[in-house]
């Protein structure tokens, strides 16, 4: 089943769309970190197939502080700062946990173009609340938005397996942004894989941009994700919507 619950960030509501697997808990959680165009159907559509896989996913609208008033996408995304993505990160982690619904057990973080690069940010952030971190071509790591260090200087908190999603013709990340923090993940030992596609551009996810999807590539990525959390996190095959 999914919805959209109204979760309170300080005083502040915030939309948080939810999918939960049919059948008894526990089960695995995941926080899906919305993309730039935010709470639309291809990142709706991540949380419905992550509950049909067995995960209780949640993705918060990260936007919940702007006006609904037609400004475009890089304006809204240029106005996101690193504090308020982690205390909307940590509100959805609340909520996740009190549902009542299901016991929840151990909790993933995933994120898409720059949501992905928000995962990297909690993954080093929040290092005590997860057990897997998902990063699907995320960019700007290596810059803070806003005070306060760069998702990539948190590398050494990094306290989970992280799996990386790229596609090698994008530019942001480019290709040796992705070899610099993958050799920044082995010097410091930290646990991950690392997958490259060729004939793939950023967002090659994403069904709703017909120039950029690459489906085949796409369902590849996704069985990898997939089978990452099952590995890491545990959860029901047989679990499906209910």
Not at 109 to 117: A, D, E, N, P
Not at 169 to 184: I, L, Q
Not at 191 to 203: L, R
Request: aromatic share 8%; glycine share 12%; hydrophobic share 40%.
């Amino acid at each position: 089943m999914a919805r959209t619950d109204t979760i309170d960030v300080n005083g502040d509501p915030m939309h948080v769309y939810v999918g939960v697997p049919a059948g008894a808990g526990p089960r695995p959680g995941v926080v899906v970190m919305v993309h730039g165009p935010g709470l639309d159907d291809f990142i709706r559509s991540r949380v419905e197939s992550l509950a049909d896989h067995g995960f209780i996913a949640l993705a918060p609208d990260l936007f919940h502080r702007q006006p609904d008033d037609g400004t475009d996408t890089r304006t809204r995304v240029g106005r996101l700062l690193d504090r308020d993505i982690v205390a909307d990160a940590d509100a959805t982690i609340a909520h996740l946990l009190s549902l009542g619904e299901e016991r929840v057990g151990r909790l993933a973080v995933l994120g898409f173009c720059m949501g992905g690069r928000h995962a990297y940010l909690l993954a080093g952030a929040r290092p005590a609340a997860w057990s897997a971190a998902g990063v699907f071509y995320g960019g700007n790591i290596m810059e803070p938005w806003g005070d306060g260090p760069a998702p990539f200087d948190l590398t050494e908190r990094i306290d989970c397996p992280v799996l990386g999603i790229f596609g090698a013709d994008d530019t942001n990340p480019s290709p040796d942004d992705v070899v610099k923090v993958e050799r920044e993940l082995t010097r410091l030992g930290k646990p991950h894989e690392f997958h490259v596609y060729d004939d793939a551009g950023h967002a090659f996810l994403n069904f709703s941009n017909a120039e950029r999807y690459r489906p085949e590539q796409a369902d590849d990525a996704w069985s990898k994700l997939i089978a990452f959390f099952e590995r890491h996190l545990g959860a029901d095959r047989r679990a499906r919507i209910g």
